[in-house]
């Protein structure tokens, strides 16, 4: 007797078993510290992209809550962009208040102490009054950082086990000839939402709720056939990394608004016409009624694209209730004005959709916390959730042998 469908994902990776997950790795304090140990001081994360920095001089600062530090993301005059600890190294005064700027130098607001772009220590007023002033062990404190595709990442550690390229892995080398560069940012949100950074990724790796939560944006878009659910059409879980591809249809009652987007271009919607010219690494698996896929890079990255556009989440975790989020789309510069009108309509729908997604979120939160339920029971459209809280809790293990 063959087994149903909906439980492929469950078949094909046993080893993450089919029973209900715990909720204190959700709600507690000290798993939280765990993870902060084991997990995000220990892994390469994207911080940004060149776009942020993209001229020599550029810089941007970004405050990382679960490390306790202020990074500051340099680009220097010899064209490498480089990360430090936003503090000086005098009385560790925060260096750099501004968010974003561009500086050859860097003078510190207590006592004046400069660096310059390499984190070199430039100029010490009084500096006689020192003793044994040693400039260069007086350094910014730099952290590992390197490109991929022009997203910056760093590394917490002096030392990473592995360079960026093999922490990557086959999902890197997947999307490692999208074409990226060719596409421009055109929407970017920032909030802090009152729940755990786990319950926040696990809303963006399935499409159970889809029909659900975006019933007034997206009712019909993101289903196949005769479905009426998203249903997931593909999940690849790598080691510590996983993929899923969305299905794709067509709106079956659309609105003014959106008939006319869909005849003038694809933008966020179905793009079956050119199913067989799909820029590269998309779409593996295959599938034939596909809308975009969902790439989600440990612990916090993650990059969805379709053909011509992508958008880009990153959650910082700040406690174990509260996560700070970063949103960025990307799409292709517009041949005309036809579909820059059908890109700035797709903007706007997706960020009505975001605002659906956090809807659910602090109440989930509270549900978590009122002790009314002690486990998640997840079905084999969530196998990524699942997925997630299994490498969690391996590294936790791993980090306490």
Same mark, same amino acid.
């Given at each position: ?105 860097? #003078? ?197 694209? #379709? ?71 997840? #079905? ?22």
């Amino acid at each position: 007797m063959n087994k149903p469908e909906q439980l492929r994902f469950a078949d094909a990776y046993p080893e993450l078993h089919r029973d209900p997950v715990p909720v204190e790795p959700y709600i507690s304090p000290a798993y939280f510290e765990k993870e902060r140990e084991a997990i995000f001081k220990k892994h390469w994360m994207n911080v940004c992209r060149i776009d942020d920095v993209p001229n020599p001089g550029d810089y941007v600062v970004k405050e990382i809550a679960v490390l306790r530090t202020s990074l500051l993301i340099v680009h220097g005059a010899d064209g490498k962009v480089r990360a430090f600890h936003n503090v000086c190294q005098h009385r560790g005064n925060q260096l750099v208040a501004d968010a974003k700027g561009c500086s050859k130098f860097f #003078s510190c607001g207590f006592h004046g102490w400069v660096y310059d772009a390499e984190g070199k220590l430039v100029n010490v007023p009084d500096a006689n009054e020192f003793y044994k002033l040693d400039r260069d062990s007086l350094k910014l404190k730099q952290l590992p950082c390197e490109l991929w595709n022009g997203f910056v990442f760093f590394h917490p550690q002096a030392e990473p086990d592995q360079p960026l390229v093999e922490f990557l892995g086959e999902l890197g080398e997947l999307l490692k000839d999208y074409p990226f560069e060719q596409m421009r940012r055109v929407g970017a949100w920032r909030t802090k939402v009152a729940c755990n950074w786990k319950v926040f990724i696990d809303a963006f790796q399935e499409g159970y709720h889809v029909p659900i939560v975006h019933r007034r944006s997206l009712p019909d878009v993101y289903v196949a056939g005769d479905s009426s659910s998203c249903i997931l059409g593909g999940a690849r879980l790598y080691d510590k990394h996983r993929a899923l591809s969305t299905p794709a249809g067509l709106s079956r009652n659309p609105k003014p608004t959106e008939a006319l987007v869909l005849k003038l271009s694809s933008a966020l919607t179905r793009d079956m016409d050119n199913a067989d010219s799909l820029m590269p690494g998309l779409n593996p698996t295959g599938i034939d009624e596909w809308a975009f896929d969902i790439n989600v890079f440990y612990p916090n990255f993650f990059i969805d694209p #379709s053909n011509g556009w992508y958008f880009s989440y990153n959650f910082w975790p700040i406690s174990v209730n509260e996560t700070y989020w970063e949103v960025n789309i990307h799409m292709m510069k517009p041949a005309n004005l036809a579909i820059d009108v059908a890109q700035e309509y797709s903007k706007v729908l997706f960020r009505d959709a975001l605002l659906e997604d956090s809807s659910t979120l602090e109440r989930t939160q509270l549900g978590l916390e009122s002790g009314a339920i002690t486990h998640l029971t997840f #079905s084999d459209q969530e196998i990524a959730c699942r997925h997630l809280n299994h490498v969690v809790e391996r590294d936790i293990r791993n980090a306490e042998v």
